[in-house]
């Protein structure tokens, strides 16, 4: 197996880096078509990483259900090597540390640390440390031990090059010191932080930073700083794009929410045909009925994937037939997209993954003469 990442595993880490999480995951998914998991292990359980941790950010963690099975039956057929055994199981440790599964959690963990170590695979091993390390943060009997193993992984990151896991690792370090009250050393890392992640490209991470500056700033009474940094946090990022890190910012700059995000996505009068989006304004679909049967289908139903079958049987009223639909399926989106998406490039509203289309549910609507919809 050749040690060069290929190009659709880098396409999908980018995807990530920059905060585009729906793409990500869509991407990620494709590499775990593409990486058959036996001829590819170590790919295919990177793919299963990245669509995982898209999924956590998301908060869809249930859509990663399957994968994280495929990946159990993987670790439990016994064709893998100790390195690609201590990748699935750090994996399958976090996904179990997400539903609170605390003690098979760090069984899992314990174990690909061991394995790890034996096979000198230090990006697993300190990945396994920082997700032990980031479970001991919480509970401030365990802060000298998880700084401890900060220690550790600081010494072993001088040993790789491991850009994302660098940065998690001072996120950690920066919470333990906010929660002992050490706020000096609490800035000094934080700011380390931001700049690490402006140069990485980190365009997430740099409002979750702006976010811990602003707790800082507050818990010192410091009420301008902590208004000047908490509206960069806020402003710097898509509720829709990755609600939750979204909540977890708005929990620490509450006072800065009504003045920063605005009280809907779309407005929208079905009887008028009226469209407004928060970015676009006012939406003109004309006479393209199809297209606006389309978007109320999305987005009356937010988060149902509706794959090519049902897109044809429920806007064209006819049977699926690939050589005829495949294409109007795919202009009608592009279409849709190009009149309600505020960028192109990086759809937030009509989203796709490997069940089909469907309309982001972390939006919000609100129809006329009916109260504000959370969708």
């Given at each position: 197996?050749?040690?060069?990442?290929?190009?659709?595993?880098?396409?999908a880490?980018?995807?990530?880096?920059k905060?585009?999480?729906?793409?990500?995951?869509?991407?990620?998914?494709?590499?775990?078509?593409?990486?058959?998991?036996?001829?590819?292990?170590?790919?295919?359980l990177?793919?299963?990483?990245?669509?995982?941790?898209?999924?956590?950010?998301l908060?869809?963690?249930?859509?990663?259900?399957?994968?994280?099975?495929?990946?159990?039956?993987?670790?439990?057929?016994?064709i893998?090597?100790?390195?690609?055994?201590?990748?699935?199981?750090t994996l399958?440790?976090?996904?179990?540390?997400?539903?609170?599964?605390?003690?098979?959690?760090?069984?899992?963990?314990?174990?690909?640390?061991?394995?790890?170590?034996?096979?000198?695979?230090?990006d697993?091993?300190?990945?396994?440390?920082?997700?032990?390390?980031?479970?001991?943060?919480?509970?401030?009997?365990?802060?000298?031990?998880?700084?401890?193993?900060?220690?550790?992984?600081e010494?072993?990151?001088?040993?790789?090059?491991?850009?994302?896991?660098?940065?998690?690792?001072?996120?950690?370090?920066?919470?333990?010191?906010?929660?002992?009250?050490?706020?000096?050393?609490?800035?000094?890392?934080?700011?380390?932080?931001?700049?690490?992640?402006?140069?990485?490209?980190?365009?997430?991470?740099?409002?979750?930073?702006l976010?811990?500056?602003?707790?800082?700033?507050?818990?010192?009474?410091?009420?301008?700083?902590?208004?000047?940094?908490?509206?960069?946090?806020?402003?710097?990022?898509?509720?829709?794009?990755?609600?939750?890190?979204?909540?977890?910012?708005?929990?620490?700059?509450?006072?800065?929410?009504?003045?920063?995000?605005?009280?809907?996505?779309?407005q929208?009068?079905?009887?008028?045909?009226?469209?407004?989006?928060?970015?676009?304004?006012?939406?003109?679909?004309?006479?393209?009925?199809?297209?606006?049967?389309?978007?109320?289908?999305?987005?009356k139903?937010?988060?149902?994937?509706?794959?090519?079958?049902?897109?044809v049987?429920?806007?064209?009223s006819?049977?699926?037939?690939?050589?005829?639909?495949?294409?109007?399926?795919y202009?009608?989106?592009?279409?849709?997209?190009?009149?309600?998406?505020?960028?192109?490039?990086?759809?937030?509203?009509i989203?796709?993954?490997?069940?089909?289309y469907?309309?982001?549910?972390?939006?919000?609507?609100?129809?006329?003469?009916?109260?504000?919809?959370?969708?």
């Amino acid at each position: 197996m050749t040690t060069q990442i290929p190009h659709l595993l880098q396409l999908a880490r980018l995807q990530a880096r920059k905060g585009d999480l729906h793409e990500a995951r869509l991407t990620a998914g494709d590499g775990l078509a593409l990486f058959s998991k036996e001829k590819e292990a170590a790919f295919w359980l990177e793919s299963a990483r990245i669509y995982f941790q898209s999924c956590v950010e998301l908060e869809e963690i249930p859509l990663a259900q399957s994968v994280m099975t495929e990946v159990l039956d993987l670790l439990s057929s016994g064709i893998l090597s100790d390195a690609h055994q201590a990748q699935a199981e750090t994996l399958i440790g976090s996904w179990l540390r997400s539903q609170g599964k605390t003690d098979e959690s760090q069984a899992y963990l314990n174990s690909a640390i061991a394995k790890a170590t034996q096979s000198r695979d230090l990006d697993t091993l300190v990945r396994a440390l920082v997700i032990c390390a980031f479970s001991l943060s919480f509970d401030p009997k365990n802060h000298s031990q998880a700084l401890l193993n900060l220690d550790k992984i600081e010494v072993l990151l001088s040993e790789i090059d491991n850009p994302e896991l660098d940065f998690t690792a001072k996120t950690i370090r920066g919470y333990i010191y906010i929660e002992k009250g050490l706020y000096d050393q609490a800035l000094d890392v934080l700011w380390k932080n931001y700049e690490h992640a402006k140069q990485q490209g980190f365009l997430l991470s740099i409002s979750g930073v702006l976010a811990q500056l602003a707790r800082v700033h507050r818990l010192q009474n410091q009420d301008e700083q902590f208004k000047i940094y908490g509206e960069l946090a806020l402003k710097g990022l898509e509720r829709t794009k990755a609600p939750r890190l979204y909540k977890s910012i708005a929990a620490i700059c509450p006072e800065n929410l009504n003045g920063l995000k605005p009280h809907y996505d779309f407005q929208i009068d079905e009887k008028s045909r009226f469209v407004r989006e928060k970015t676009r304004g006012p939406i003109d679909f004309k006479n393209q009925h199809i297209l606006f049967d389309l978007a109320l289908l999305f987005i009356k139903n937010p988060g149902q994937r509706y794959s090519k079958e049902d897109l044809v049987s429920k806007i064209w009223s006819q049977i699926y037939d690939p050589d005829l639909h495949d294409n109007l399926i795919y202009v009608s989106i592009k279409r849709l997209r190009t009149l309600i998406e505020p960028d192109l490039e990086s759809p937030r509203y009509i989203l796709r993954d490997r069940k089909g289309y469907y309309f982001n549910q972390q939006s919000i609507v609100q129809f006329k003469n009916l109260e504000e919809a959370s969708l």
